[in-house]
């Protein structure tokens, strides 16, 4: 997977979306002390505007990937592809 550079642009209530606890949340400085300042994400304060954080993303978003709605990014975040397994290729038919 690629390392993708995620700028989270705070919304309108100071909020953006935390992979590493995987919510939506403020970004006060009880969040960037006890959450950001140990991430091994974090990768920035977006100009002030937020927060960036780089990690692995497998959807297909650009890079640096812009997010400026943290409920929409919360959302895109749960839905994980499913593999496409061909099972008929791994049954044993024994003719008897």
């Known amino acids: 997977m690629r ?5 989270n642009i705070a919304d ?3 909020r953006v979306y935390c992979c590493l606890r995987n919510k939506v949340v403020k ?3 009880e969040q960037k002390k006890d959450f ?14 937020g927060v960036e ?9 650009g890079n640096p990937h812009l997010v400026r ?6 959302h895109s ?3 994980k592809p499913v593999a496409n397994h061909d099972h008929l290729a791994t049954c044993i038919v024994v003719a008897g």
């Open 3 to 7: 390392q993708i550079r995620h700028v």
């Open 36 to 49: 950001c300042g140990k991430c091994r994400m974090y990768a920035g304060d977006a100009g002030g505007q």
């Open 69 to 74: 709605n943290p409920a929409a990014e919360l």
């Open 53 to 61: 954080c780089v990690w692995e993303d497998m959807r297909p978003v």
């Open 27 to 29: 970004l006060d400085e």
């Open 12 to 14: 309108e209530s100071s």
């Open 77 to 79: 975040n749960q839905i």
